[in-house]
């Protein structure tokens, strides 16, 4: 079956360590996303990518980093210079049409301790 | 630029009762709009969709959505409320970029009770 796959689904992370978190899709799509989820918040985007070795920063970028090096896989590293990393992250891939819906993973739900 | 505003954090309804929750947008361009629905510790999955037509859109478990222009509004909507509707509901709008891109903004959410 077709779809994203996310992992690990928790992750605890000391103060002051880099954690990456890994986002894998088989549906061929050319981008990808990266959202933070926070209670009342609503979903933030942190990256996107539109096509292989190219991505852009999106609303809170601040604290994270990327790659695209495959069409497939699309990871989230966060670093110490994130102040409040403790969050739910979703991936999701979508086309480059518009009118396309976005498809998730189950999300990463990430505690500093 | 675009944006969603989803009236109400929390929403709570009677089994049995109709589900409301509201959704407007703006948009400088013609929108593309979503509903989508999140359980607990799960990612999102798409309800329903409108893109260019029929305004009314009809969606999964019984969701449907109408999409109103002069309004601005893109309200989700089902008849009679069942327990498996608890759950967190997101309008999302998404418009398209020269260069063939999307961006895809996000509401802040709805989290619909339903009350035995």
């Known amino acids: 079956d077709g779809g994203i796959t996310q992992s690990p689904k928790y992750l605890f992370r000391k103060e002051g360590q880099n954690v990456t978190l890994s986002c894998e899709q088989n549906?061929?799509?050319?981008?990808m996303y990266w959202y933070r989820q926070d209670p009342g918040q609503g979903l933030r985007l942190i990256y996107y990518?539109?096509?292989?070795?190219?991505?852009q920063k999106g609303d809170i970028a601040e604290g994270y980093s990327v790659s695209r090096e495959k069409k497939e896989s699309f990871p989230l590293t966060v670093t110490s210079a994130q102040k409040n990393p403790t969050a739910f992250y979703l991936c999701?891939?979508?086309?480059?049409?518009?009118?396309?819906?976005?498809?998730f993973g189950q999300g990463t739900r990430l505690t500093v301790v | 630029a675009q944006s969603v505003t989803q009236l109400g954090s929390h929403v709570s309804v009677s089994e049995g009762a109709l589900v409301l929750l509201r959704c407007n947008y703006s948009?400088?361009?013609?929108?593309?709009l979503f509903w989508y629905v999140q359980y607990p510790n799960q990612g999102l999955q798409l309800l329903l969709k409108?893109?260019?037509?029929?305004?009314l859109v009809k969606g999964i478990n019984g969701f449907e959505a109408e999409f109103k222009k002069s309004e601005t509004s893109f309200h989700l909507t089902k008849p009679s409320a069942h327990m498996s509707d608890a759950a967190e509901y997101f309008c999302?709008?998404?418009?398209?970029?020269?260069?063939?891109?999307?961006?895809?903004?996000f509401g802040t959410g709805t989290k619909l009770q339903v009350i035995p």
């Open positions: 999701a891939s979508s086309t480059r049409a518009p009118n396309t819906e976005a498809f």
């Open positions: 549906l061929n799509h050319d981008a």
């Open positions: 990518s539109q096509i292989v070795n190219d991505f």
């Open positions: 948009s400088s361009v013609p929108p593309y």
């Open positions: 409108y893109t260019t037509g029929a305004t």
């Open positions: 999302a709008v998404s418009v398209g970029f020269s260069g063939g891109y999307q961006k895809v903004t």
